[in-house]
């Protein structure tokens, strides 16, 4: 990966990160929460917003299409118009082409304000395959006529309008559930989608939709049932915090034999985490303004970990933690059940010294859909390994972070290149690095 300014951060690493910072709303639903006011010819109020590049990104695909979008970033807060709406000119939505994956959940809240949405080829991360065909069968239930064929991505038309439709998802994919929600709630009739994810962010979602006079009941088996209403309204709304972002800097903690107030992260949306973190040996208070985390010294425990959706342990949390986990005594084991792809960024981190090796079988009970396909999805972490500064290339968003810790963590100068893709999830680390006492530049 080419260095350009900017882009790139000198690290010296081996001193413990102490202090507090503040982690604002989540990524993974700020961004849907603002693709939901497309739904409602009025305003609504995001807060708790934090201040990084998907936020941007979907405030110009917002703006493109007519949509009047302020952005306070000293307040957190967004507050997006959206009483016109019109259709953007392709050329100009390509130009954010592989900048998100959020311009697919554009489609259910374009159809029903133009009868028509024009969806660019789709970037994010490269973690593994993350086909959309879940988002278009969606769609094509609930009455739209989706083209593939366009030269410059996908049109999608709904001649009819959408209708209720019973869906059911092989997975509990978050972006189909997204997807289902956002077309379903002005759907004529009723919609009744199964095996749908209920993430955390899911649900703040629904409760942003219910806000603008949506009707979803959610049932314990993972069934939504949402019936379709004529009109919506604007809403004000405060995000949850993105407990991505908390364990991250939870994990760079236990890596650096730190300790790490996190403003603004809660106990109910991290408990999987919480335990995982007590079991390998950290120590965490828990106050009414946030969470503590810490190493309290001695050893690090291995442990054993399966990823998996809501409830289970989270994909995004692993790839932190197992920098931590390579200071474990003792041998730990990752299970990655969610992205077939998601160990590519241990590579460096053998480099700097640490002992990881990647078995294509199931090192775990949990169903895996990996299973006899050939991917390396299962990790063994052999601990503790001192860890050396060497020259970094971020691969993707939380591997690139992940990065970051082990060169925090690591005896010497590191450079990490490419930390422009950590931006996209986690608001001004810079900035937070510095207030926990990291040195670098």
């Not at 990823?307 to 989270?314: N, Q, Y």
């Not at 020259?391 to 450079?415: C, E, M, Q, T, Y």
Request: charged share 20%; hydrophobic share 40%.
């Amino acid at each position: 990966m080419a260095e350009k300014k900017n882009d790139v951060l000198h690290v010296e690493g081996g001193r413990p990160l102490n202090g507090t910072i503040k982690v604002r709303g989540a990524k993974n639903f700020v961004s849907k929460a603002m693709v939901a006011a497309l739904l409602a010819p009025g305003v609504s109020v995001l807060k708790n917003v934090p201040e990084i590049r998907d936020v941007y990104v979907v405030s110009d695909l917002l703006r493109l299409h007519g949509v009047d979008v302020a952005f306070d970033g000293d307040k957190g807060t967004v507050t997006i118009d959206a009483s016109n709406v019109n259709l953007a000119d392709v050329a100009d939505v390509d130009t954010l082409s592989g900048s998100s994956r959020i311009p697919i959940l554009f489609s259910g809240p374009l159809l029903h304000r133009l009868g028509e949405a024009f969806i660019p080829a789709l970037g994010g991360c490269n973690i593994g395959g993350r086909p959309i065909d879940f988002h278009l069968e969606t769609l094509r239930k609930l009455g739209a006529d989706v083209n593939k064929e366009h030269r410059d991505g996908i049109h999608i038309t709904a001649p009819h309008g959408l209708h209720g439709a019973k869906i059911h998802l092989p997975y509990p994919s978050v972006g189909a559930t997204e997807q289902t929600l956002l077309a379903a709630v002005l759907a004529e009739g009723k919609t009744e989608l199964s095996g749908a994810a209920t993430e955390p962010e899911i649900m703040d979602l629904v409760a942003v939709l219910q806000k603008m006079g949506a009707v979803i009941s959610v049932d314990v088996d993972r069934t939504f049932r949402i019936e379709g209403v004529k009109e919506l309204k604007g809403y004000t709304h405060t995000s949850l915090t993105d407990r991505i972002e908390a364990a991250s800097w939870a994990s760079a903690a236990l890596a650096t034999h730190g300790d790490i107030f996190v403003k603004g992260a809660t106990q109910p949306e991290m408990m999987t985490f919480l335990n995982v973190f007590r079991k390998v040996g950290g120590e965490f208070d828990i106050t009414d303004n946030g969470i503590r985390f810490w190493h309290p010294g001695g050893d690090l425990h291995p442990v054993a970990i399966e990823t998996d959706v809501h409830p289970g342990f989270m994909t995004d949390w692993q790839q932190p933690l197992v920098v931590a986990l390579t200071q474990a005594k003792g041998l730990s084991i990752v299970h990655e059940t969610v992205y077939e792809n998601r160990f590519g960024f241990t590579k460096p981190l053998v480099q700097m010294g640490a002992t990881v090796q990647l078995y294509r079988e199931c090192l775990g009970s949990l169903p895996c859909r990996f299973q006899q396909r050939n991917y390396k999805h299962s990790a063994v972490i052999f601990g503790p390994t001192p860890l050396t500064g060497r020259d970094i290339d971020v691969p993707d968003l939380r591997g690139g972070f992940s990065h970051l810790i082990a060169a925090l963590a690591a005896k010497g100068p590191s450079n990490v290149q490419g930390i422009s893709l950590i931006d996209r999830g986690y608001a001004d680390f810079r900035g937070k690095l510095e207030a926990l006492g990291a040195d670098f530049e």
